[in-house]
């Protein structure tokens, strides 16, 4: 089922995204208090939903597609119609699509243009479709065929499609995915490596039966009301464009230590000490639980942690925030193994 959105007459016409550091560090605090307030505001509608919001939160400032894994009926299309709400998007900023094997390119891309197939050139009618919208939610993405994957992997790797053969930019910024289960065929493994963070959205029943009743309920009422109270106006999408566009400044620039010596923004943001137990708890998962995790995946892994730690603590990166490392489970095994055992290891169990 989709949504399909009207598309804009004109989809150049976007919010600047060239700010400079100058610029950006005047607000920089400005910005991270207000996306704390966006995550912690959103989290009030949610029954023990605030770890997934936090990491939704961080992936769409990094940028980076994050998956949501769980049975149906445990929120994680609601997490994402909310997120999307209390953004304020656009209209023609949103797609949502829900894929099957049967899903055809046309559906996700947009049609062939029949005026321009006449005059033989293979155009796409785009807008509307995921090409233009700048937040998009791929339902059960594992049982797309291999049309779509070839498409998704284009797209998420390298922010374009083809056109005529000729490769087009894509609007795409913050990219959240869903699937009940993670299917273990070979041929998914490189769309897999692609979402660096897979978070399991569990039921919450058994621990808080009687406030998943209660908020059910009121979710029901503001459905048929037309009522979206988590539409705060607390953040926006521009807002999360703009601390990505910091950090990524910050990322590339070079510090000078007291004695005047280059440093990288490693060196400055990611304490030795802090460092080293990265580097420790990637080796023990590599080598005694066999995580495949891939050189792409470790420098994607750096991102978001700095992310994390700007965002919740506007500083270094802490043993705190290697806590992501629970979710980078390519299986239902990995999965599990690895919320259960990333905690021990840095000693936040």
Same mark, same amino acid.
Request: a neutral charge.
């Given at each position: 089922?989709?949504?399909?959105?009207?598309?804009?007459?004109?989809?150049?016409?976007?919010?600047?995204?060239?700010?400079?550091?100058?610029?950006?560090?005047?607000?920089?605090?400005?910005?991270?208090?207000?996306?704390?307030?966006?995550?912690?505001?959103?989290?009030?509608?949610?029954?023990?939903?605030?770890?997934?919001?936090?990491?939704?939160?961080?992936?769409?400032?990094?940028?980076?597609?994050?998956?949501?894994?769980?049975?149906?009926?445990?929120?994680?299309?609601?997490?994402?119609?909310?997120?999307?709400?209390?953004?304020?998007?656009?209209?023609?900023?949103?797609?949502?699509?829900?894929?099957?094997?049967?899903?055809?390119?046309?559906?996700?891309?947009?049609?062939?243009?029949?005026?321009?197939?006449?005059?033989?050139?293979?155009?796409?009618?785009?807008?509307?479709?995921?090409?233009?919208?700048?937040?998009?939610?791929?339902?059960?993405?594992?049982?797309?065929?291999?049309?779509?994957?070839?498409?998704?992997?284009?797209?998420?790797?390298?922010?374009?499609?083809?056109?005529?053969?000729?490769?087009?930019?894509?609007?795409?910024?913050?990219?959240?995915?869903?699937?009940? #289960?993670?299917?273990?065929?070979?041929?998914?493994?490189?769309?897999?490596?692609?979402?660096?963070?897979?978070?399991?959205?569990?039921?919450?029943?058994?621990?808080?039966?009687?406030?998943?009743?209660?908020?059910?309920?009121?979710? #029901?009422?503001?459905?048929?009301?037309?009522?979206?109270?988590?539409?705060?106006?607390?953040?926006?999408?521009?807002?999360?464009?703009?601390?990505?566009?910091?950090?990524?400044?910050?990322?590339?620039?070079?510090?000078?230590?007291?004695?005047?010596?280059?440093?990288?923004?490693?060196?400055?943001?990611?304490?030795?000490?802090?460092?080293?137990?990265?580097?420790?708890?990637?080796?023990?998962?590599?080598? #005694?639980?066999?995580?495949?995790?891939?050189?792409?995946?470790?420098?994607?892994?750096?991102?978001?942690?700095?992310?994390?730690?700007?965002?919740?603590?506007?500083?270094?990166?802490?043993?705190?925030?290697?806590?992501?490392?629970?979710?980078?489970?390519?299986?239902?095994?990995?999965?599990?193994?690895?919320?259960?055992?990333?905690?021990?290891?840095?000693?936040?169990?």
């Amino acid at each position: 089922m989709a949504v399909r959105t009207p598309a804009s007459n004109d989809i150049t016409a976007d919010s600047r995204e060239d700010w400079t550091l100058e610029e950006l560090q005047e607000e920089a605090e400005v910005l991270r208090k207000r996306i704390d307030r966006f995550r912690l505001s959103l989290g009030r509608f949610f029954v023990h939903k605030q770890e997934l919001i936090d990491l939704m939160v961080v992936a769409a400032v990094a940028q980076e597609p994050l998956l949501l894994v769980g049975p149906p009926g445990t929120a994680k299309s609601d997490l994402v119609l909310k997120f999307k709400d209390a953004l304020g998007l656009r209209e023609d900023d949103y797609f949502e699509y829900m894929l099957t094997r049967f899903t055809e390119p046309s559906e996700i891309i947009g049609p062939i243009d029949i005026g321009q197939l006449r005059e033989g050139r293979y155009i796409r009618r785009e807008q509307g479709k995921l090409p233009t919208a700048r937040v998009a939610f791929l339902d059960e993405i594992f049982k797309s065929n291999s049309a779509i994957l070839n498409i998704l992997l284009t797209i998420i790797n390298e922010r374009k499609f083809y056109q005529d053969g000729v490769p087009q930019p894509v609007r795409l910024r913050v990219l959240f995915a869903a699937a009940n #289960e993670i299917p273990e065929q070979n041929e998914l493994a490189a769309l897999k490596d692609r979402f660096c963070l897979k978070a399991e959205s569990q039921s919450v029943q058994e621990q808080h039966f009687a406030e998943l009743i209660d908020a059910g309920i009121e979710g #029901e009422v503001r459905k048929v009301l037309h009522q979206k109270p988590w539409a705060e106006g607390h953040c926006s999408l521009e807002d999360l464009l703009k601390a990505n566009r910091y950090l990524t400044h910050l990322f590339a620039r070079k510090h000078r230590d007291g004695r005047g010596q280059e440093q990288s923004d490693r060196e400055v943001f990611f304490p030795t000490e802090v460092f080293d137990e990265f580097r420790r708890l990637v080796k023990t998962l590599t080598g #005694e639980d066999k995580v495949f995790i891939s050189d792409r995946k470790l420098v994607k892994l750096y991102k978001l942690f700095r992310v994390r730690a700007w965002l919740f603590h506007g500083g270094t990166v802490t043993r705190d925030d290697l806590r992501l490392l629970a979710y980078l489970g390519e299986s239902p095994r990995e999965i599990d193994l690895l919320r259960h055992k990333v905690p021990l290891l840095l000693g936040l169990a």
